[in-house]
């Protein structure tokens, strides 16, 4: 497909359990970003990668948030312990240039549902 | 710490009329400025972004406006359909980043 795909688009995680959430983005783009969407609320940032380096994780909420790019493409953002407050949408977003003047574009989202 | 503002109540208009949107911020100095569509159970689209510099964009029907000495922007959608009834997101970066803050977003139903 054209477009940055997302997998699982519905997951729900007893608490307690580790989930891993797919990022596929457009062919050749160099940006990668994660951001989480709470209900009613805009997206928040969690980490930007530029080819495989991950140049900032300000945004992980604690340290049972991982987020990887081995090869500069696919990612993966791993959540361990899942809690309730982990329960949103998680977008994955890519753009084709380094700088932040480039188009983004989003996918679908992941809906994490933690009961 | 910076904020971002957008009207948190749904906006209603009729169809055909124009339709305009805020985005206010503080403590911040965007050198860019961006408009997402996002429609329910969807990822939000990108329509536009507007440079510090700029002081209007337009596509199509939309139109935004970046006044940096009001820490203000203004997003219209002209001739509104039905079909633009959507959550409508504003996001900021400084130069020199790749980060976006985004709003919380605001809801327009345009009424046929």
């Known amino acids: 497909g054209a477009g940055v795909s997302q997998s699982p688009r519905y997951k729900v995680a007893k608490r307690g359990q580790d989930v891993a959430l797919r990022c596929d983005p457009i062919?050749?783009?160099?940006?990668l970003f994660w951001y989480q969407q709470a209900l009613g609320q805009g997206p928040e940032f969690l980490t930007y990668?530029?080819?495989?380096?991950?140049?900032?994780k300000s945004g992980l909420p604690s340290d049972r948030f991982f987020a990887e790019r081995p090869e500069g493409s696919v990612s993966t953002l791993k959540i361990q312990r899942t809690q309730q407050e982990d329960s949103a949408v998680y977008l994955c977003?890519?753009?084709?240039?380094?700088?932040?003047?480039?188009?983004?574009?989003f996918g679908e989202g992941s809906w994490l549902t933690v009961v | 710490s910076q904020k971002i503002e957008q009207n948190s109540e749904a906006l209603n208009i009729q169809e055909g009329k124009t339709a305009t949107l805020t985005c206010n911020y503080t403590?911040?100095?965007?050198?860019?400025l961006q408009w997402y569509r996002q429609d329910p159970g969807r990822g939000p689209v990108f329509l536009l972004l507007?440079?510090?510099?700029?002081k209007e964009k337009r596509k199509e029907r939309l139109k935004v406006t970046f006044d940096t000495t009001l820490k203000q922007s203004l997003f219209h959608i002209t001739a509104s359909q039905p079909a633009d009834s959507a959550t409508y997101l504003c996001?900021?970066?400084?130069?020199?980043?790749?980060?976006?803050?985004f709003g919380t977003g605001t809801r327009l139903k345009v009424l046929a």
């Open positions: 403590n911040y100095s965007p050198a860019y």
């Open positions: 977003a890519s753009s084709l240039g380094g700088d932040v003047g480039n188009t983004i574009y």
């Open positions: 996001a900021l970066s400084r130069s020199g980043t790749y980060k976006y803050i």
């Open positions: 507007i440079r510090e510099n700029e």
């Open positions: 062919s050749g783009h160099v940006s």
């Open positions: 990668f530029q080819n495989e380096a991950q140049l900032d």
